[in-house]
């Protein structure tokens, strides 16, 4: 499988060679990815999957040609047993197969646990692709009373006989990095050869038993020999076992249940006020620029030209504008959660939070990790599908994906607020509680569900995960990592945003025929017309009005609109009238469209605005990692879900 993408800034014809980045997870690839390419990278798919990969411009010398860089998902084994790791399996079979002279592999392994990344090395070895190796954590190897960085390259560089660079991945170590970038370009032109102390590699085979353990023996062999070769000629046969560490005392506490869980739920805790509330004044801001600067400034600019108050304004200020500004305002959110991913992950915590929670999601199959980004989602759905990156198999990741919606966000807290104080003042936090249990429900019974349909291949396999080093994340590797992946949310995902804000303009400017205007923008307008028929669909949900199917449609930008949207069909304004006026106003509309059943109609509402569409930036950020099928699916089956679940609750609320 050839991965295709190039660097940010290579031109045509400036990029000479494709270099695949390959290594087992933790062991500090993407950090390599990170400083050879900066930030002259982009995102893309693996063709004809959902497996993201990283695209890059590395570029050693000034003016020299670049070198396409491409950071594979990390895989233990080219014997892929998921998606992930197939691609990685495919992608350095295809150099192999096209052997055309311009390409090489770099294997990045890791020099504390040597002889379990050269099983790794050893397999892209028996491909016959061109390689070289870059040897990480070799500064921590010298500290358990290893070898010097060079001393240890070197030796294993006579071992099986390709260059090995020593790296530190973390810091810009321009002499190590000229070294593999020499060393990458020499590589096709010197076929890798093994020592001949070095036994052969038995060939792999298909369907037979025996052939396939006699090519299993001969890699750990070949694994055994090398090692071997590492240690003589380093003259350190019996290397004396290093002591308790104090990586090895920090998770006697982390992965104790007893600490490690509420060291858990903290940790979750900071992700979700990280995204709810310190997000929040950074989002102000934004926005109060954008009203005062940008907006102001346009208006003044039109009526300047004689366009103050046209449709022209219109378009401009509530279409365009407005969809720009709330692109803006989830950068702050955006950005916060990719840099706290980024340092869990870089510090080596990621990775004990996940043997921690693994337990709660073995029955959905998953591990531990998808329990994070369904948390966070309960504070809002965008950064919880951003979270879902730190899954390592893209099959996980869609699963987690298609559930984080089902989270109740902070938005739609709003909605249960007004409504539970409107038709339950005296049982509302009760109400409102329920609606989180309802959440919790939901996302158990749909991956339940989802689990033994479309993703019956997801196995609750027992969960291998080599635990990390712990480490300070580097500030300048880390920035860079988030600045990509915001980026890439912008571009991706606020093409999409800015195109359905514009449409809902649209819809409100535009008179229906026939229509008459009416006390508000929706009355008369394309908006109103399509709220009047979508209204009878809910009808037997007991909300079945264009009050309600009004603030549904505009729920779907955003679901705190929803509570503006009913002040606005109801002809109130929160800063004009009372609390009492707005709730009596709210409880004759929910009681006209049900039959004097306003109460149940509000919990069917409520319950249909936890379940349905997530709001459009979610929705963009979906169709961003997942592609159209997967998001437009999952939509269909959400508001169906939530006009069952709206129509079950208000037919038992009327027969209560």
């Known amino acids: ?131 070289v190796v870059a040897l990480t954590m070799v500064d921590r190897a010298a500290r358990d009373g290893g070898a010097a960085p060079r001393d240890l390259a070197a030796a294993l ?26 060393a990458v370009d020499a590589a096709p032109a010197l076929h890798p050869t093994r020592r001949a102390a070095l036994p052969p590699l038995a060939p792999a085979t298909e369907g037979d038993p025996a052939a396939d353990l006699a090519h299993a023996e001969s890699l750990f062999a070949w694994v055994e020999a090398a090692s071997g070769n590492v240690r003589a000629a380093l003259d350190a046969p019996h290397a004396a076992p290093p002591g308790r560490s104090p990586s090895d005392r920090l998770d006697a506490v982390l992965l104790n249940p007893w600490a490690g869980i509420p060291v858990f739920l903290a940790v979750v805790f900071a992700l979700f006020e990280l995204t709810t509330r310190f997000a929040a004044p950074l989002q102000d801001a934004i926005e109060t620029i954008a009203d005062r600067v940008v907006v102001s400034g346009l208006t003044s600019a039109l009526s300047a030209a004689g366009l103050g108050g046209t449709r022209v304004e219109g378009l401009l200020v509530d279409g365009l504008l407005a969809g720009v500004v709330t692109v803006l305002t989830f950068l702050p959110v955006m950005g916060l959660m990719f840099l706290a991913l980024g340092a869990l992950e870089g510090s080596g915590y990621m990775a004990r939070a996940a043997l921690v929670a693994d337990r709660a999601m073995r029955g959905l199959g998953l591990d531990g990790r998808a329990l994070l980004p369904l948390i966070v989602g309960f504070g809002c759905n965008l950064p919880a599908l951003a979270a879902t990156r730190t899954l390592p198999h893209a099959r996980q990741r869609l699963l987690t994906g298609l559930l984080v919606p089902l989270t109740s966000c902070s938005a739609r807290l709003t909605v249960y607020v007004l409504l539970a104080t409107t038709f339950f003042p005296d049982r509302a936090g009760l109400v409102i509680f329920a609606m989180y249990v309802a959440s919790v429900t939901l996302v158990l019974a749909a991956g339940l569900a989802l689990r033994r349909t479309w993703f019956r291949d997801l196995r609750s396999e027992p969960f291998m995960l080599v635990l990390p080093p712990y480490q300070w994340p580097h500030p300048r590797t880390l920035w ?38 009416g006390a508000n923008p929706v009355d008369g307008s394309l908006y109103g017309a399509l709220a009047d028929g979508i209204s009878p669909v809910l009808d037997p949900a007991g909300f079945g009005t264009r009050t309600a199917s009004a603030a549904l449609i505009s729920g779907f930008v955003a679901k705190e609109v929803v509570v503006g949207s009913l002040a606005q069909s109801t002809a109130m304004d929160g800063a004009d009238v009372s609390p009492g006026e707005f709730h009596a106003a709210l409880r004759r509309t929910f009681d006209a469209g049900s039959g004097g059943h306003g109460g149940a109609a509000a919990l069917a509402f409520m319950v ?49």
């Open 1 to 131: 499988m050839s991965c295709h993408g190039s660097g940010g800034d290579g031109a045509a014809g400036t990029v000479a060679a494709r270099v695949l980045l390959v290594g087992e997870p933790n062991v500090g690839k993407s950090t390599l990815f990170n400083t050879l390419t900066g930030a002259r990278q982009r995102i893309v798919n693996a063709p004809g999957t959902t497996v993201e990969l990283t695209s890059g411009l590395w570029r050693d010398t000034a003016g020299a040609p670049g070198r396409d860089l491409v950071d594979l998902p990390g895989t233990h084994s080219l014997l892929a047993r998921s998606l992930d790791e197939r691609v990685t399996a495919d992608a350095v079979r295809a150099m192999a197969e096209a052997d055309s002279g311009d390409g090489a592999v770099v294997v990045v392994a890791d020099a504390t646990l040597l002889e379990r990344s050269l099983y790794l090395v050893a397999q892209v070895a028996e491909t016959g692709v061109p390689f």
């Open 157 to 182: 560089t006579g071992a099986i006989g390709v260059p090995v660079i020593p790296v530190d991945p973390r810091r810009r170590g321009d002499e190590a990095l000229r070294d593999l970038a020499a």
């Open 480 to 517: 860079m990592s988030a600045w990509v992946r915001v980026r890439a949310f912008v571009v991706g995902a606020g093409t999409v945003i800015v195109a359905t804000m514009l449409a809902m303009w649209v819809l409100t400017a535009i008179p229906a025929p026939g229509a008459a205007d």
């Open 608 to 656: 249909f605005v936890l379940a349905y569409t997530p709001c459009v930036a979610a929705l963009a950020e979906q169709r961003r990692m997942f592609g159209w099928r997967p998001t437009a699916t999952a939509l269909v089956a959400q508001l169906a879900l939530a006009w069952l679940l709206a129509v079950a609750v208000f037919q038992a609320g009327v027969a209560l």
